[in-house]
């Protein structure tokens, strides 16, 4: 006969696995994704002549550089927040620059399988690569941006917090050059044709909107998957011991 404890040992270890399997697929791309018909379009900027303006981020004061109008929808495939106290850009004191975004539209986000990639973010780039010639000749290099986020606004910032891999996302703001009064400004691409160093766009974002979201059913896996080990666990504690003998 089949014990208790052996059969909760059972179910806990099958939960587990559910919950890592599931997490490291939870940003596996859905089909069909979600869709949107901005992402049919580039990015858009028309280059305006505005002031420098200083704002404050974490008792810091930054000099921003208006350059272009810029507006963007594109669909989320990589992204990484930064956090005070972690890397690079708390040694450069930069905590204006809350997230870097990398986003697709047109062919990319409509006829390729995403999942064909791997992308991802390091500290300034995004990277995507794929083992088949064929399928990296199909992908577009102009609809492909690595966005780097300044904002101070906490209702961006609350949207750039909730954002993941999959979402439709659209931000406007403008393009702009930025860095701490009297120091050193940090430039911005103003092409999406350009390559290497240099090439993503900084953008001071005035408005955030998730206009999608993907539902690729890993992540409601995991949560089942999560939830189901929280439970037995409890149960494992609550339950006389005499009965787990």
Excluded at 24 to 31: E, G, K, V
Excluded at 76 to 84: E, L
Aim: hydrophobic fraction near 45%; proline fraction near 4%.
């Amino acid at each position: 006969m089949l014990k208790l404890k052996h059969l909760m040992a059972g179910l806990m270890l099958g939960a587990l696995g559910l919950t890592v399997v599931s997490w490291s697929n939870r940003d596996a791309f859905s089909d069909p994704l979600p869709w949107d018909p901005a992402l049919d379009e580039p990015p858009r900027q028309v280059a305006v002549q505005r002031d420098a303006f200083v704002t404050r981020a974490n008792g810091v004061d930054y000099l921003v550089q208006p350059l272009y109008r810029y507006e963007l929808t594109g669909l989320v495939v990589s992204f990484k927040r930064f956090k005070p106290g972690i890397g690079i850009h708390e040694r450069w004191n930069d905590y204006i620059n809350v997230a870097d975004l990398c986003v697709v539209w047109g062919d990319n986000a409509s006829q390729l399988d995403l999942n064909e990639f791997d992308f991802w973010n390091l500290e300034f780039t995004c990277m995507v690569q794929t083992d088949d010639l064929a399928t990296w000749n199909r992908f577009d290099q102009d609809a492909l941006a690595n966005n780097h986020l300044l904002t101070t606004d906490p209702a961006v910032q609350a949207v750039i917090d909730e954002l993941r891999v999959g979402d439709i996302v659209y931000l406007s703001g403008h393009l702009a050059e930025y860095g701490q009064p009297g120091g050193p400004m940090r430039g911005t691409s103003t092409t999406r044709s350009d390559r290497g160093n240099g090439a993503c766009e900084t953008v001071h974002v005035e408005h955030a909107q998730i206009l999608a979201s993907m539902h690729n059913g890993w992540r409601t896996r995991f949560r089942l998957g999560l939830l189901s080990l929280v439970v037995l666990l409890v149960a494992w504690f609550a339950i006389p011991h005499r009965y787990l003998r």
